[in-house]
């Protein structure tokens, strides 16, 4: 399976392709290659306007799927979310490639933005016949349930460890329709504590096997439950 992930920081954080990579490989997807396109605070607009290296990857890539995701904290909207989706999926379409829709999730501050997201990333994937990862929808859900899963990173935007696992388990289920249950409890963390600024790169892990972290299995079952219970209202 050949996933390209289009996003920014949402996407990078704790290298949660990769995390996608193993859980769907030890759910028995074979050879998972996980490439992406995501910088820092970029919407999906910005990726059309670096249009040739999107282009490239999605007509040459020979992915299988690609995954959206919207910049999320400031949301640009459903309108945008829609356009600049639209023409996403579409290039998506032309390589041979299903188009994936993210849901991202409120900042901790101010989880009434929720409803937005959710409503716009389901109108873009019902207006593209795309599949859907509902990852904000169930990241507020666990948030009422399971308040002591700290989901957010120490900014209270981005993931933690458990954030990234969320969206990987979730992906994992809808491109690998695997029981989602079953899933091992991996994770990484590529800051591993530290109390980094946003751009300080060098406080960042480089060491791939030093990536990888432990994290309560209590907390994973409980993320999976979540993630299985909203899978199966499709």
């Known amino acids: ?61 020979r992915y299988d799927y690609c995954v959206l995701q919207q910049q999320a904290h400031p949301f640009p909207g459903r309108e945008a979310l829609l356009a600049d989706g639209g023409r996403v999926a579409a290039l ?9 829709v993210l849901t991202t999730w409120a900042e901790r501050r101010a989880p009434e933005h929720q409803a937005e997201m959710t409503q716009s990333a389901r109108a873009l994937a019902a207006q593209e016949g795309a599949l859907l990862a509902p990852v904000g929808e169930i990241w507020q ?27 990987a388990v979730t992906l994992c ?27 300080e790169h060098p406080r960042v892990i480089e060491d791939p096997n030093k990536i990888e972290t432990a994290l309560d299995p209590a907390a994973c079952a409980a993320i999976r439950a979540a993630v299985a219970a909203r899978l199966a209202e499709r």
Request: proline share 6%; charged share 20%.
């Open 1 to 61: 399976m050949r996933v390209l992930f289009v996003g920014n920081s949402h996407t990078y954080f704790n290298d949660m392709p990769h995390t996608f990579a193993r859980l769907a490989a030890a759910a028995g997807a074979g050879e998972v290659i996980p490439t992406m396109l995501a910088y820092s605070g970029r919407p999906l607009a910005w990726h059309l306007e670096e249009y040739f290296s999107l282009r490239y990857n999605l007509l040459w890539g």
């Open 92 to 100: 998506c379409r032309a390589g041979g490639a299903v188009p994936v």
């Open 141 to 167: 859900r666990l948030r009422e349930t399971h308040p002591e899963i700290e989901l957010f990173w120490q900014d209270g935007e981005h993931a933690s460890p458990y954030g990234s696992y969320l969206e």
């Open 173 to 199: 289920g809808v491109l690998t329709g695997c029981d989602v249950t079953a899933l091992p409890d991996i994770g990484a963390d590529f800051s591993r504590g530290a109390d980094i600024s946003f751009f």
